[in-house]
T-cell receptor, first 109, second 112 residues
Framework: KNEVEQSPQNLTAQEGEFITINCSYSVGISALHWLQQHPGGGIVSLFMLSSGKKKHGRLIATINIQEKHSSLHITASHPRDSAVYICAVRGGSQGNLIFGKGTKLSVKP | DGGITQSPKYLFRKEGQNVTLSCEQNLNHDAMYWYRQDPGQGLRLIYYSQIVNDFQKGDIAEGYSVSREKKESFPLTVTSAQKNPTAFYFC???????????FGEGSRLTVL
């Protein structure tokens, strides 16, 4: 069993839809990262959180430490949001990051 | 602008050759990392460095080597001992080892 599981693996949405991507993990963590990988391959950090909720523009990330679960929400989705979204967790205060396999999102106009 | 520069973007290797991927950052970050990405797999850590002249093996270090002679630079050598090197390689950095990660654009290595 992978230590970091993302769902769904693939997601197709229509422009304007509200999108949720889920991340579940099985280890104790000190922080969770959400990353975006563009179709050209570049990776950008979206959020780093250890509790509660963070918001940046149309993106919202939440984490429930007790349930070992995080969600990434995209409001009013747009074709430019099409990318692979990656969840990664840091086990312990100095532990290395453990990455999920990613969720491929395609937003159709 | 500050950032991480990886080169080359595309690289081809013949059997038995060593190749070196360059990674330079001007973010004044202490920690630097090399990750490997295979299709359908999560990123995996090859090596990381928290300070100049020191580095640690990650989960898949066999067949790779690194150096950290300068704070700004963390080159990765893929040696002939790495039997299946075809993959995407990403360099990343963070201010501290627990901080937000900044990634390079990636390098695609193909074995001929």
């Amino acid at each position: 069993k992978n230590e970091v599981e993302q769902s769904p693996q693939n997601l197709t949405a229509q422009e304007g839809e509200f999108i949720t991507i889920n991340c579940s993990y099985s280890v104790g963590i000190s922080a969770l990262h959400w990353l975006q990988q563009h179709p050209g391959g570049g990776i950008v950090s979206l959020f780093m959180l250890s509790s509660g909720k963070k918001k940046h523009g149309r993106l919202i990330a939440t984490i429930n430490i007790q349930e070992k679960h995080s969600s990434l929400h995209i409001t009013a989705s747009h074709p430019r949001d099409s990318a692979v979204y990656i969840c990664a967790v840091r086990g312990g205060s100095q532990g290395n990051l453990i990455f999920g396999k990613g969720t491929k999102l395609s937003v159709k106009p | 602008d500050g950032g991480i520069t990886q080169s080359p973007k595309y690289l081809f290797r013949k059997e038995g050759q060593n190749v070196t991927l360059s990674c330079e950052q001007n973010l004044n970050h202490d920690a630097m990392y090399w990750y490997r990405q295979d299709p359908g797999q999560g990123l995996r850590l090859i090596y990381y460095s928290q300070i100049v002249n020191d580095f640690q093996k990650g989960d898949i270090a066999e067949g790779y080597s690194v150096s950290r002679e300068k704070k700004e630079s963390f080159p990765l050598t893929v040696t002939s001992a790495q039997k299946n090197p075809t993959a995407f390689y990403f360099c990343a950095s963070s201010k501290v080892v627990t901080g937000e990660l900044f990634f390079g654009e990636g390098s695609r290595l193909t074995v001929l």
